[in-house]
């Protein structure tokens, strides 16, 4: 029996190397997959609008580099500082207010065992998995009714929708928590809201990271949800950027390339700054309580 585990010790180790030479180059295939989209914008956005769909792959030369012309010009047509300032302001307090209100909700829902919580639980869930173009139209009349078309409004519509992932995320957490810690707490005189926030929110930070990195790159992001509740006259950089779709197909392709290149490098100086806690936030979210 010894000879045979020794053996096949290394069968196992060669399959193992195996496995991960395999999974090393899946990911590798992934991320050149994702990564030269971006590179094409970025080298594009030299380039003189007349030469870039005639050769898009093609590194910028003498004759067809534009130098700053296309950020001049689509900031100048785009208004993208404004759009940018409307667009931090939506993004900041939208993710705070989903960060605050779900935990709050998560482990209101995870404490306390009753119908009415096991209900919100599974509806929250459900909101998870219903398409967004099922209720874009309803939204769209509600939110006129409400007077909710503006950059202040569309932060509740924005807590709305982001409420299904984040709680989900959090309650998962939540249950991996001994209550044992709330309960000495509140042995010490601590008031429930006092519990939360110096027991619980405390032991949460990696999952608050977390939650607040995915939702701030959805909303800094989004286009569909801007455009149907916001005025035409006050855009965020997605709604921004499409002003520079002409008449009849016409499109300036080099201010829009440059334009888009403005519009990720924050998220992506975000979430290259954050990244180490997704994993991690995301792992202890999905604890089985």
Not at 74 to 95: H, K, N, P, Q, Y
Not at 174 to 189: H, N, R, T, V
């Amino acid at each position: 029996m010894k000879a045979k585990k020794k053996n096949e010790e290394p069968m196992t180790m060669e399959v193992s190397k195996g496995t991960g030479a395999v999974m090393t180059a899946v990911l590798s295939v992934a991320a050149i997959a994702f990564v030269v989209p971006i590179l094409l914008v970025l080298m594009n956005s030299f380039k003189n609008k007349l030469y870039i769909s005639d050769a898009p792959f093609a590194f910028p030369t003498a004759e067809t580099f534009a130098g700053l012309g296309n950020y001049i010009n689509g900031i100048g047509r785009t208004g993208l500082i404004t759009a940018a300032g409307r667009s931090a302001f939506i993004t900041v307090f939208s993710v705070i207010a989903i960060v605050l209100l779900t935990s709050m909700t998560a482990w209101w829902i995870t404490r306390v065992h009753s119908k009415i919580s096991g209900v919100l639980y599974y509806l929250f869930v459900f909101a998870m998995i219903v398409p967004f173009q099922m209720v874009m139209f309803t939204l769209s009349k509600v939110t006129d009714m409400l007077g909710l078309g503006n950059m202040f409004g569309i932060i509740f519509v924005y807590v709305g929708f982001g409420a299904g992932l984040s709680v989900f995320m959090f309650a998962g957490f939540i249950k991996a928590i001994p209550i044992s810690l709330e309960e000495a707490a509140m042995l010490d005189g601590c008031s429930p809201i006092q519990t939360f926030f110096k027991v619980i929110v405390p032991i949460l930070r990696p999952t608050m990271i977390t939650v607040a990195i995915l939702n701030a790159m959805w909303v800094w992001n989004d286009y569909l949800l801007p455009t149907l509740v916001l005025d035409s006259d006050a855009p965020t950089i997605p709604m921004a950027v499409q002003y520079l779709r002409g008449g009849y197909g016409s499109i300036d392709m080099g201010a829009m390339m440059a334009m888009l290149v403005l519009a990720i490098v924050p998220i992506i100086v975000f979430y290259l700054s954050c990244q180490k806690y997704i994993i991690k936030g995301v792992a202890a979210g999905a604890v089985k309580g």
